[in-house]
């Protein structure tokens, strides 16, 4: 059936309200991602702190020995793995990527993951994948619920390997990257690698006196850790968040875009119909006048 012009202004009308929802979506996003990417930038002067701490701590040999001889035991046991997704739409791929990226990198692993997701979307794709999660985490709404989402997977993360269930941690979620919205990436948590801690070892220190470890090494060392893990996990949930919005952000343009050809192309036919109307209208004023002038001009005779 063709468009008349009441039901072009009634799609008109809904397509502008779907565009004001769209634009308010958009500028939502683009707030996240600022509030996002300044909490990870926040962290990089902590991060500095814990890392010299942890370079004071492992310029004694004592203390590093043990860490070092942990990288023996790294193919042993299950792997414990957790994935940062999302829990709301309008993301494109975002959840498909990481999964997809998760479970390739552990089917390449030795032993058996057992995954926790964030996310009941990435959960169901990892599901499907054939890597069904062992528990599901919500994904924070803003940057202060993070924290708290952290202190979770700590506390669970801490039991499991109390228990022996597993030696190696891995996280994976998506990072924002130049040139494009993000990049999967992992990073494995513990053990620490060997290499890593001979860095920090080497990490020049900024005054030019000597650190002293205060309060014993080891209790030191095991707090710097928790730190260190903590700042990890923290980052990685707020990159993923960054990465989120940003893909939402692109489907928003997008949808602002087609919205934008769309309203184009119905006021483009509206005001074809309309002007076909009044076209018609003034061909019948016209006929009209024409037909009263030719009666004018032939009187009946009686």
Not at 13 to 42: E, F, H, W
Not at 65 to 73: E, G, R, S, V
Not at 243 to 255: F, T
Request: charged share 20%; aromatic share 6%; with cysteine.
């Amino acid at each position: 059936m063709s468009d008349t012009t009441a039901s072009l202004t009634r799609k008109i009308s809904s397509a502008g309200d779907l565009q004001s929802v769209v634009r308010t979506m958009k500028a939502l996003a683009a707030s996240s991602i600022g509030q996002y990417d300044n909490s990870v930038r926040a962290l990089g002067d902590y991060y500095r702190t814990v890392e010299l701490g942890l370079s004071a701590c492992f310029r004694e040999s004592t203390l590093a020995a043990p860490m070092t001889k942990q990288k023996k035991q790294v193919d042993a046991g299950a792997i414990g793995a957790v994935v940062f997704g999302s829990d709301q739409g309008l993301v494109g791929q975002f959840n498909d990527v990481v999964a997809d990226y998760a479970i390739k990198t552990l089917a390449a692993l030795p032993g058996k993951p057992e995954v926790w997701a964030v996310g009941e979307r990435v959960h169901a794709r990892l599901a499907d994948g054939g890597l069904p999660p062992v528990g599901l985490f919500a994904v924070p709404n803003s940057v202060k619920a993070i924290t708290p989402l952290v202190g979770q997977i700590q506390i669970e993360s801490e039991a499991h390997r109390a228990k022996g269930e597993y030696a190696r941690v891995y996280v994976f979620h998506n990072r924002p990257k130049s040139g494009a919205l993000y990049e999967p990436v992992s990073q494995r948590l513990l053990p620490l690698d060997a290499q890593w801690l001979q860095g920090l070892a080497k990490v020049p220190w900024p005054s030019g006196n000597l650190p002293e470890v205060m309060g014993g090494g080891t209790a030191t060392l095991r707090a710097l850790i928790r730190e260190y893990l903590f700042i990890s996990l923290f980052r990685a949930c707020a990159e993923s968040l960054a990465s989120e919005n940003a893909s939402r952000l692109a489907a928003m343009q997008r949808a602002d875009k087609n919205i934008d050809e769309l309203l184009e192309q119905l006021k483009g036919t509206f005001h074809r119909l309309r002007q076909d109307g009044i076209d018609e209208e003034l061909f019948d004023v016209i006929a009209g006048f024409e037909a009263l002038s030719k009666g004018e001009t032939h009187p009946v005779s009686g």
